[in-house]
């Protein structure tokens, strides 16, 4: 199986498509190595790294149940658990496992998208992200990512625009 045939990938496709964004379907990128970090995509791709819309998954508790936080965020700078507990009202926030992430996306870690998942998923994406005119967001695979705008991203995810780092000078090193 190519990575292009890989049903995360298919589904991350065909959502696409059904959005009326076949442009970004057909220009899902399918990379020689993994590039589970925003620093390696950046790399394969020849971008900056702040173009990277780096896919992380969180458990918000809210009351004692944990429920899954995607985050999009520029993969020039750290999310911020705090503010993200307080932009959702959450009474805290931590990173998810692997089992966590999987079971409610559908993907593994390093390639998890922003859309193609079994279940809505609450999505907060970096306001960041808007100061590059493409930005690059995991299409379900390790290997492949798929070309966005800041604007689309936060229409296909039906997400909340918001500033996710504790300052937007958060570079990571």
């Known amino acids: 199986m190519t990575t292009h045939d890989h049903p995360a990938v298919r589904t991350i496709a065909a959502e696409l498509r059904a959005r009326?964004?076949?442009a970004a379907a057909d220009?899902?990128?399918v990379?020689?190595?993994d590039v589970r970090t925003a620093a390696a995509a950046a790399a394969?791709?020849?971008v900056a790294?702040?173009?990277i819309a780096n896919s992380l998954v969180f458990a918000a508790e809210r009351g004692g149940k944990r429920e899954p936080l995607l985050v999009l965020t520029s993969g020039a700078h750290r999310a911020d658990p705090a503010k993200?507990?307080?932009l959702t009202g959450a009474d805290a926030v931590g990173r998810a496992e692997p089992a966590f992430v999987r079971a409610h996306t559908g993907h593994a870690i390093g390639g998890v998208g922003p859309i193609g998942h079994p279940a809505p998923v609450e999505t907060l994406v970096d306001t960041a992200l808007a100061a590059h005119?493409?930005?690059w967001a995991?299409?379900?695979h390790p290997k492949s990512l798929f070309p966005t705008t800041y604007a689309d991203l936060v229409t296909l995810t039906g997400g909340t625009a918001a500033e996710v780092a504790a300052g937007e000078d958060d570079p990571i090193p």
């Open 44 to 46: 394969a791709l020849g």
């Open 138 to 140: 995991a299409a379900g």
């Open 20 to 22: 009326g964004m076949a």
């Open 31 to 33: 990379l020689d190595d």
């Open 27 to 29: 220009g899902i990128r």
């Open 84 to 86: 993200l507990a307080a």
């Open 49 to 51: 790294v702040g173009a």
């Open 133 to 135: 005119p493409v930005v």
